[in-house]
């Protein structure tokens, strides 16, 4: 019967033996960071379409639902609010076309410039989508409803609604966006990465 040491052997040899770093070749390099912008352009396009389109629903509710003053005051807001997002996200969030022949080093640094600039839009997310008009913009459309419900309150039952889906929305935005920033900055790390080994 063979010893211990020595159906050990195999075993040790296997965790004594040099590592050598991982590399990844320049096109497939390429491809990965190819798949990545594709990726992000397809969330600042979603993005994009969103605010758009609450733009026309909210736009359509300026025109139409109320004719007292706040409340359209509040539904132009959201409108403005919901057109100013989209140009934000354009501006911040959607990653510009990359010449196909350009050298792989241009390739990564736009491309972690790009990430680093979704990583600032999310750190100052508050500011930069103008959270604060669509908060002052449901306010004014919900405060005529809440002054009337001190004489009525089974009006209250219209606005709670919003209040649920608003809790709901919050309650799912800071951390999603929190997510978002590790995994971006997670990215940036290994772009890094890439660009040292494209450089040795």
């Not at 009525?152 to 997510?179: D, E, Q, S």
């Amino acid at each position: 019967m063979p010893s211990e040491s020595h159906m050990n052997v195999p075993q040790s040899i296997w965790q004594n033996q040099t590592t050598e770093p991982f590399k990844m070749s320049a096109i497939e390099i390429r491809r990965k960071v190819q798949q990545r912008r594709w990726k992000a352009r397809l969330e600042a396009l979603f993005s994009i379409a969103g605010g758009l389109f609450l733009a026309l629903v909210f736009g359509q509710a300026f025109f139409t639902r109320t004719h007292e003053f706040v409340s359209r005051l509040g539904w132009g807001l959201l409108t403005v609010w919901s057109i100013y997002f989209a140009y934000q996200t354009y501006r911040w969030i959607l990653p510009g076309r990359l010449e196909p022949d350009a050298a792989l080093n241009t390739t990564l640094q736009s491309y972690r410039s790009e990430l680093e600039k979704r990583r600032d839009f999310g750190r100052r997310i508050s500011r930069s989508a103008g959270l604060p008009f669509c908060f002052l913009g449901i306010a004014l459309v919900i405060a005529p409803t809440l002054i009337q419900s001190i004489e009525t309150p089974r009006l209250l039952v219209n606005v709670v609604p919003v209040f649920v889906l608003l809790a709901i929305w919050l309650a799912a935005l800071f951390p999603a966006r929190r997510r978002k920033r590790r995994q971006l900055q997670q990215e940036i790390e290994e772009l890094r990465g890439f660009e040292a080994g494209s450089r040795s």
